[in-house]
């Protein structure tokens, strides 16, 4: 077979894009001469340029529905023999004009659309109550996959690997961790106070190691600079970057990871790192933790009892990274 594939990931989301990656190799497997194309966005663009078996990319510099719809039209002359989108909300405006545009011989889909093609293939499952990668792991079974796990695979520029590496290496101390507290929305942020708290605290138990904090911007990384330099010699603000596989070959070489943000939990993942992750009270509603949360041996989630992600007392995050650095293998969700 030679079937070109289109994935979709036009949402320009990270941590979704980190979670796609795992698809990549294993197509391959099974149809050697697939040929792969991906629509996504400027920002997740990092995700796939480097990854051997992406053969087209699709790239749609904004979230103007006109420019997704051009960039749409241009992937349509690559006569695509299947559409695959992992995403529930096929009954958007947004989905339905893409996929019209590009007009594929099949669309893969997880949930039903109000208007089915009758070429649609929809492969149905509990997908709001179980982990994203399932809808993965169920589309590589249904082209034949023998898989038993789905694992992410990240393929990172060179250069921008061996910078963040000689970047840790500058340290003499022995081990790397990232605080990340900037998460996509307020609710999932936490103050530099807090911040500075957790440091202060966890530094009397991890005197040698080395903490690392991600900056958003240039203006943040220096105001970030400027606040932690006061409170802790052996503190590090990771340089800003416009591109996020500066922040992702950063995470792929330390020891942990606590974050707000998913795009860092599901980075942590790739590379088999313990991760603490944080979460608002809106994770229980959403269901997050569930869909959205760790998939490894090593993790860690702690949920709030109300609004406010700081909710979370430094004390009891504390005491779950310890937990979390003394086990080999350790799953745990808490909810206050």
């Given at each position: 077979m030679h079937p070109k594939i289109l994935l979709l990931a036009h949402d320009n989301k990270i941590?979704?894009?980190?979670?796609?990656?795992?698809?990549?190799?294993?197509?391959?497997?099974?149809?050697?001469?697939?040929?792969?194309?991906?629509?996504?966005?400027?920002?997740?663009?990092?995700?796939?340029?480097?990854?051997p078996n992406v053969k087209w990319l699709h790239v749609?510099?904004?979230?103007?529905?006109?420019?997704?719809?051009?960039?749409?039209?241009?992937?349509?002359?690559?006569?695509y023999d299947y559409l695959v989108y992992f995403g529930l909300d096929v009954n958007k405006s947004s989905f339905k004009k893409i996929s019209s545009l590009i007009n594929a011989k099949q669309r893969i889909l997880f949930a039903n659309p109000i208007i089915k093609n009758t070429s649609d293939i929809v492969l149905e499952g509990p997908w709001s109550n179980c982990h994203i990668s399932?809808?993965?792991?169920?589309?590589?079974?249904?082209?034949?996959?023998k898989i038993k796990h789905y694992h992410y695979d990240i393929k990172l520029n060179k250069n921008t690997e061996r910078i963040a590496k000689n970047e840790l290496g500058k340290s003499e101390l022995s081990k790397n961790i990232i605080i990340n507290g900037r998460g996509s929305s307020?609710?999932?942020?936490?103050?530099?106070?807090?911040?500075?708290?957790?440091?202060?605290?966890?530094?009397?138990?991890?005197?040698?190691?080395?903490?690392?904090?991600?900056?958003?911007?240039k203006k943040n990384e220096l105001s970030l600079s400027d606040k932690y330099s006061k409170i802790d010699g052996n503190l590090k603000i990771v340089p800003y970057k416009d591109s996020i596989d500066s922040n992702l070959a950063v995470i792929k070489h330390v020891d942990a990871v606590i974050t707000t943000d998913t795009y860092a939990v599901h980075a942590a993942v790739a590379w088999n790192i313990p991760v603490l992750a944080l979460y608002s009270i809106n994770a229980i509603r959403d269901n997050h933790h569930v869909i959205f949360g760790p998939k490894s041996e090593r993790y860690i989630q702690i949920i709030p009892p109300k609004k406010g992600i700081e909710a979370i007392s430094i004390k009891e995050t504390v005491n779950a990274f310890k937990r979390l650095m003394k086990k080999k293998k350790i799953q745990e969700c808490k909810y206050f």
């Open positions: 941590g979704d894009s980190i979670i796609l990656t795992g698809l990549l190799n294993a197509i391959v497997k099974v149809w050697p001469n697939a040929a792969i194309g991906i629509l996504c966005g400027d920002t997740n663009l990092v995700l796939y340029k480097n990854h749609s510099p904004s979230r103007s529905i006109l420019i997704r719809a051009y960039t749409s039209l241009i992937a349509r002359f690559k006569k399932n809808r993965h792991f169920t589309f590589l079974r249904w082209i034949g996959s307020k609710d999932k942020c936490l103050s530099d106070e807090w911040i500075s708290q957790l440091i202060i605290s966890l530094r009397k138990y991890y005197p040698k190691h080395q903490f690392l904090i991600l900056s958003t911007s």
